[in-house]
């Protein structure tokens, strides 16, 4: 099942999602950060969003992309499933 698509920035309304914010001023990204637990053999990867027009990012280290989505899809005054 495809992610679901992310809503515009709350502060600038950019609504155009990107693959890379290299070379870019404009658009929402998904970041994808991952590593090790110190000397273990342990993986990690959490998710954030980050619009590059304003600046604005959530990051909250998600676990999974979709969670990371829900989080910048939820507004002040909205309910929550």
Same mark, same amino acid.
């Given at each position: 099942?495809?992610?679901?698509?992310?809503?515009?920035?709350?502060?600038?309304?950019?609504? *155009?999602? !990107?693959?890379?914010?290299?070379?870019?001023n404009? %658009?929402?990204?998904? $970041?994808?950060?991952?590593?090790?637990?110190? /000397?273990?053999?342990?993986?990690?990867?959490?998710?954030?969003? *980050?619009? !590059?027009?304003?600046?604005?990012?959530?990051?909250? %280290?998600?676990?999974? $992309?979709?969670?990371?989505?829900?989080?910048? /899809?939820?507004?002040?005054?909205?309910?929550?499933?």
């Amino acid at each position: 099942m495809p992610s679901p698509a992310l809503k515009p920035c709350p502060f600038c309304g950019e609504d *155009e999602e !990107v693959s890379s914010p290299e070379g870019r001023n404009y %658009g929402l990204f998904i $970041r994808s950060t991952n590593g090790t637990y110190g /000397n273990s053999d342990e993986r990690w990867e959490f998710f954030d969003v *980050e619009c !590059v027009k304003c600046g604005c990012s959530l990051s909250i %280290g998600a676990p999974s $992309r979709d969670e990371a989505i829900a989080a910048w /899809n939820r507004r002040a005054g909205e309910e929550t499933k």
